[in-house]
């Protein structure tokens, strides 16, 4: 009973490393092709999740299937779209911070 409890608990934590390393390649890949300013290994982690939330929300909407995943703990990480709605959001975030320039 006690391997077992420990077994669950660290094959969690290994898939949520897992997972959060997938999600800050994701947000810096967004990041380098986006242009937009340098940040933490956070930051990249919390654009990659946001990303791969309106990436899938997007792909829903429009009818389209998940191209490319990796199954992290049963968890389906959609790359492209995470990469695509990534790199959508940096966009959005990135047009109300414009530089006016007199």
């Not at 934590?13 to 890949?29: D, E, F, K, R, Y």
């Not at 995470?82 to 911070?97: K, N, Q, S, T, Y």
Request: some cysteine; proline content about 3%.
């Amino acid at each position: 009973m006690i391997t077992e409890f420990f077994e669950t608990i660290f094959g969690s934590m290994w898939n949520i490393i897992l997972l959060l390393a997938v999600a800050a390649v994701t947000g810096a890949i967004a990041q380098a092709v986006v242009g937009s300013y340098r940040t933490g290994c956070l930051a990249s982690i919390g654009i990659g999740f946001l990303g791969a939330l309106l990436g899938i929300w997007l792909a829903g909407l429009f009818g389209l299937p998940e191209v490319f995943t990796i199954d992290v703990g049963g968890v389906n990480f959609p790359i492209v779209w995470a990469l695509l709605g990534a790199m959508l959001l940096l966009l959005i975030f990135r047009v109300p911070r414009r530089r006016r320039y007199y």
